[in-house]
């Protein structure tokens, strides 16, 4: 939305104020942030959070270990899957998922409500976990 904003307003200014404002909503972005953390430390405190499992995330669709064989889920069964993505932000992200396919343990659904907007987003925010990770794995010990 941010992005949006800025790219709203830059035709109609010039560069120096364009500038001004995009400076404006880093900052704003910024202690958005930061409020965000505070927040998650503070509710982290009183929100019990489900156990880590091992996950795959896609575009289209979401695949996880189920560790308990007695819960695992038929396929075509319909699920609604909360998804913590940081421990540090203890809100999940909700998704409608279809099961289409178990193996070994590991559970496949294809997300229920599929559109271009959600598949970027999600293609976005693995790219960046994944640079992240190979740049956590770079720095010297």
Not at 79 to 93: M, T
Not at 99 to 111: A, L, N, P, Q
Request: contains cysteine; charged residues 25%.
């Amino acid at each position: 939305m941010i992005s949006g904003l800025d790219d709203y307003y830059a035709p109609s200014l010039d560069i120096d104020e364009a500038s001004a404002i995009s400076q404006e909503f880093q900052r704003l972005d910024a202690k958005l942030n930061v409020m965000m953390q505070m927040l998650g430390r503070l509710l982290a405190r009183d929100i019990p959070l489900p156990l880590p499992r091992q996950v795959v995330l896609q575009s289209g669709k979401l695949h996880w270990l189920c560790a308990d064989s007695d819960n695992m889920p038929t396929i075509g069964t319909d699920l609604e899957i909360d998804l913590y993505l940081k421990q540090q932000f203890p809100f999940p992200l909700t998704f409608a998922v279809q099961v289409s396919s178990i193996e070994s343990g590991w559970v496949s659904c294809d997300f229920a409500i599929q559109n271009d907007e959600l598949s970027d987003s999600i293609e976005r925010y693995v790219f960046r976990a994944h640079r992240r990770q190979i740049a956590k794995n770079k720095k010297p010990a």
